[in-house]
């Protein structure tokens, strides 16, 4: 079986909310291990994640031990980065053994052909102020400058702080037009034959025609499943 989750937003909320959402996650990786080929974690599996060179954020030592553990037992661990969680380096690599991508990735998987998204920053083309926001929050000249310009503790408190104010900004999405934009560009996709799409983000989980929306940690527990034949199932805890 091959599983899919995203937005797990570790790190996010107060203190409590923090423990539960790992403690649910980290009940659902015991609970597939038995039988997870592979597990694709789509993307904003941190609230916010920078890594300097010699310096990761603290926490989530429950997580990335059982995922660490999982790759240790030949099960594939893949991570896309999201809009929380890009500026990634080799830690989650070289310590738990997880395949790292920063790009969306067409992958075939039993069978069929996977188009695999976090998507905040597909068919963002009516939104300039968007599209320069991710430009520069994806620079590795700003990145590089930050990892030597700005102490840790300076530059993780801001993180946190910003990944609170966006979240507190967007509230729980529930209005299904939010999936508009990235439906549009799955019909118009046209670069290679896909069989089936699967995107995080939107934190709606939901499913039409060939395309998954895995949705969210905090509220939904949500996740998909791919078995042996090639059929995809979206599910909830």
């Known amino acids: 079986m091959i599983y899919f989750a995203s937005d ?18 980290l009940q659902w990786l015991e609970s597939i291990e038995p039988t997870a080929e592979a597990v694709y974690l789509v993307g904003d599996i941190f609230d916010f994640w920078f890594e300097y060179h010699k310096v990761v954020p603290k926490g989530f030592v429950r997580v990335l031990g059982k995922l ?31 395949e790292l991508h920063t790009t969306p990735q067409t992958v075939t ?22 599209k320069l926001i991710n430009c520069i929050f994806r620079s590795k000249i700003l990145r590089f400058l930050v990892s030597w310009l700005i102490h840790p503790d300076l530059f993780l408190s801001f993180g946190e702080w910003w990944s609170g104010s966006s979240r507190k900004a967007h509230k729980t999405q529930t209005d299904l037009r939010y999936l508009d934009p990235l439906i549009e560009y799955a019909k118009g996709y046209k670069e290679s034959p896909v069989d089936h799409f699967v995107f995080g983000h939107i934190h709606i989980p939901h499913q039409t025609g060939n395309i998954t929306f895995l949705g969210n940690w905090a509220e939904s527990c949500s996740w998909a499943e791919l078995d042996e034949n090639g059929n995809i199932t979206l599910k909830t805890k």
């Open 68 to 98: 660490a553990q999982m790759t240790d037992r030949g099960i594939r661990v893949v991570m896309l980065t999201g809009n929380h969680d890009m500026w990634v380096r080799d830690y989650l690599t070289e310590e738990c053994g997880i």
């Open 8 to 25: 797990i937003h570790l790190g996010g909320g107060s203190r409590a909310t923090q423990r539960g959402v790992e403690r649910r996650f």
């Open 109 to 130: 998987l039993q069978g069929k052909r996977f188009y695999i998204s976090h998507g905040d920053n597909t068919n963002i083309k009516g939104q300039p102020m968007l």
